[in-house]
């Protein structure tokens, strides 16, 4: 058996994992690579794998980073399953239509503003490859054992990361290997806590929060504190925002925050109709979550969904105080950057981080008080301050993994440590040789890793 590391290797993006045993090649996640040039870039090179010999796709969830690539994959002639949770399938119906319109978007400005070396630009993939892709789609429920020959199969475990996050847990060859995929925090105020999982010979864990802690902070009394400082100087709060997951935490909190008189009664923006449709969503998926119908009519309630592009210009000409989140959530692209442009320059205003910031985008830009941000070929200055609140994040910290990995009723023969920038995948590593005694390595891009079989 073999594993080789198609991505997020000194990343958090790009998640892509080539499984090849008992006759099958299995492809679990199929992510885009998000963040600095040299990692987008690989987005465009072929993968270095015959994808006509590719088995089956396994799914962990919906976001970008772990979804994104499928679209190419199917533009490049790949017609097997992939497998998902219902909730990812759903959500992925979202995020790839969308991710597919930004992408031809983004080549249409650039052809007409001349940005692009390249006459004319093209989008890395168009809204038919993505429909191809979604017509791939098998959903698959929690817990449920799905066959894939005599010698393979899987179950997708609850990761509580975000709607429909698993883990997987494949069995293949006589041995289990378990992908973490992203994991979310126990305590969550609106995902359920992460499964337990007891057995892996072999584990890929994901280290976004591997060299950090979330300070034990109330996020309530943080925004709280946020918006009363901004708007007593007549101040915008500005949340980029993923669409999924963040945006309806930041809405559940809101909807608090105004239900017990803790916040002035502000206009309150939610730009981002992929976040409007996630929200929505939620109604469909009661079991996959904390929140009851009542909450979820005051998170629909807390603000004004926006819709038309006419709707969301109109906001950036309107004066503080109030508070806008939109899309994307590392400010990578999406309406946010309408608002950044119009609002970042004004020392009255706030730009709060409330998800992880990858290296080389726009957010981690800002987290690291950039003088200025560059957005349309135009350099923005920054006199907003910048509030990072990620005691608001959908990732586990490393005490929260470190607590998972002990579920685990044996050490994994192997543990392979991903998704986090090299900094903190080794704090983790170190952490789990430390404190757990388990054999654990952080693999490199493209490196391929032979696994030993099992007994049949
Ligand atoms: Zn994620």
Known sequence: MRLTFLGATETVTGSKYLLEGAGLRILIDCGLFQGTKNLRLRNWAPLPVDIGSIDAVILTHAHIDHSGYLPLLARSGYRGPIYATPGTCALAEILLKDSAKLQEEEADFANRHGFSKHHPALPLYTIDDAEQALKLLVPRAFDAPSILNDHAAFRLR?????????????????????????????????????????????????????????????????????FTRTFRRGGVVIIPSFAVGRAQTILHDIAILKDTGRMA???????????????ELYRHYMQEHRLTRSQLDAIAKAAVMVRSVDQSKEI??????????AGSGMATGGRVLHHLKAFAPDARNAIALVGYQAAGTRGAALQAHAPTIKIHGEYV?????????????????????????????????????????????????????????????VPTYLESVVLEDGAR
């Open 158 to 226: 609850r990761a509580g990361h975000i709607l429909g996050a698993a883990s997987v847990e494949l069995h293949v060859a006589g041995k289990a290997i378990v992908f973490s995929g992203d994991l979310g925090r126990p305590g969550d105020a609106i995902m359920c806590a992460p499964a337990h999982i007891e057995h892996a010979d072999y584990l890929v864990v994901e280290s976004t929060y591997g060299d950090r802690l979330h300070e034990p902070t109330d996020p309530l009394a943080e925004l709280e504190a946020l």
């Open 316 to 325: 950036a000409g309107h004066r503080g105080p109030m508070v806008v989140i």
């Open 381 to 441: 200055p920054v006199r907003a301050s910048i509030e990072a609140i990620p005691s608001l994040s959908a990732h586990a910290d490393y005490n929260e993994i470190l607590d998972w990995l002990r579920n685990f009723s044996t050490a994994p023969a192997r543990t392979f440590v991903t998704h986090g920038e090299p900094a903190a995948a080794d704090a983790l590593r170190r952490r789990v040789t430390e404190t757990l005694g388990w054999q654990c390595e």
């Open 265 to 279: 009664n502000v206009p309150v923006y939610l730009d981002s109709p992929m976040a409007v449709s996630v929200t």
